[in-house]
């Protein structure tokens, strides 16, 4: 599970996802887009819209990842998360996927015309 809260509001990916087996390293990635994301209603996980994500998004505070599947567990490690970042020009590198652009109102800009 990874949590990501930010503007008074907290996301939460994985819940529930499956069976996992002790000792059996896992490689997990996680795209950020609003699928996948759920926010807790009464402990219900209801699907993050699009505003809530975009809302977390745009001031992330904390992002949290659950190495833990059991209390009885004697040992969890996590190694080598990422987070890759796209700038507006090339780089030399390879082209960011699934990055958006949006045509801004007046008094809006940026990518998601924050």
Not at 22 to 45: A, D, R, Y
Request: net charge negative; proline share 5%; with cysteine.
């Amino acid at each position: 599970e990874v949590i990501m809260t930010g503007n008074g509001l907290t996301l939460h990916y994985g819940l529930g996802g499956g069976t996992r087996v002790s000792g059996k390293p896992e490689k997990n990635k996680i795209t950020l887009q609003e699928e996948g994301w759920f926010v807790l209603n009464s402990g219900v996980p209801v699907p993050a819209t699009r505003e809530e994500f975009m809302k977390v998004l745009s001031n992330i505070e904390a992002l949290l990842v659950r190495a833990t599947i059991s209390k009885e567990m004697e040992e969890a490690m996590i190694r080598k998360v990422m987070m890759d970042i796209s700038v507006p020009q090339m780089t030399g590198g390879p082209l960011a996927s699934g990055v958006e652009e949006c045509q801004c109102p007046k008094g809006y800009t940026g990518l998601s015309c924050e």
